[in-house]
């Protein structure tokens, strides 16, 4: 599965086991003493195509995961015979 997950895109196990990604931008209201840029989460609407890709990420792979868990759990369920008082006679 994770290699199915990964050919999918390079980010997609990553999303799995660290959570949906955070697509972060420069905070430029900010300056540290030292120099270092400090990153802000950027908001929905400010985000590129590529960016709201890698958002939804999370969504893709549950997806996948639901479905292919579904394929599984039916092909080993089988039907439930009903007792005899509920219709079966």
């Not at 959570?19 to 609407?45: C, L, Q, S």
Request: aromatic share 6%; hydrophobic share 35%; net charge positive.
């Amino acid at each position: 599965m994770q290699t199915h997950l990964a050919a999918q895109d390079d980010d997609m196990w990553s999303v799995i086991t660290d959570g949906p990604m955070k697509i972060m931008k420069i905070n430029i209201e900010f300056a540290t003493t030292d120099g270092a840029p400090e990153y802000v989460e950027k908001r929905r609407h400010e985000y590129t195509n590529e960016e709201k890709n890698k958002a939804n990420l999370d969504n893709v792979a549950r997806d996948i995961l639901h479905k292919t868990l579904d394929k599984i759990c039916s092909a080993k369920s089988k039907p439930v015979p009903l007792p005899r008082r509920f219709g079966r006679g």
